[in-house]
């Protein structure tokens, strides 16, 4: 199995960027297609990206189109989530998910795709 741990989460003012990362160990990260979600306090956990093991496919959320990237580099066993302009509505833990989907274009969108998850890190846009 795969182990997931996000970093670069912390505290922004509206409109400024962060960049999220999710290493994986354990296994290849190739093997996994990968997503992002965020949970705000008392709120269900919403999806924000996902990207397809060979990063040929991917797709946003529509409250982040145009403001998040989502990418990964394989050899770096790694997945990122650039995120600019940033408002106060982006506050949320922001979690990390691999799915061990066997076609190599495919991405996912539900939470009940995901096979494994990461702890989360904490993103918080003051106003």
């Known amino acids: 199995q795969v182990q997931l741990v996000e970093s670069g989460g912390g505290l922004v003012q509206a409109g400024g960027s962060l960049r999220l990362s999710c290493a994986a160990s354990?296994?290849?990260?190739?093997?996994?297609?990968m997503g992002w979600f965020r949970q705000a306090p008392g709120e269900e956990r919403r999806f924000v990206a996902s990207?397809?093991?060979?990063?040929?496919?991917?797709d946003l959320g529509d409250s982040v189109k145009g403001r998040f990237t989502i990418s990964r580099d394989n050899a770096k066993n790694t997945v990122y989530l650039q995120m600019n302009s940033l408002k106060p509505d982006d506050t949320a833990v922001y979690y990390c998910?691999?799915?061990?989907?066997?076609?190599?274009?495919?991405?996912?969108?539900?939470?009940?795709?995901?096979?494994?998850w990461g702890q989360g890190t904490q993103v918080t846009v003051s106003s």
């Open positions: 990207i397809s093991r060979n990063g040929g496919r991917s």
């Open positions: 354990g296994r290849t990260a190739s093997d996994y297609a």
């Open positions: 998910a691999a799915n061990e989907g066997r076609t190599p274009n495919s991405i996912y969108y539900n939470v009940q795709s995901y096979d494994y």
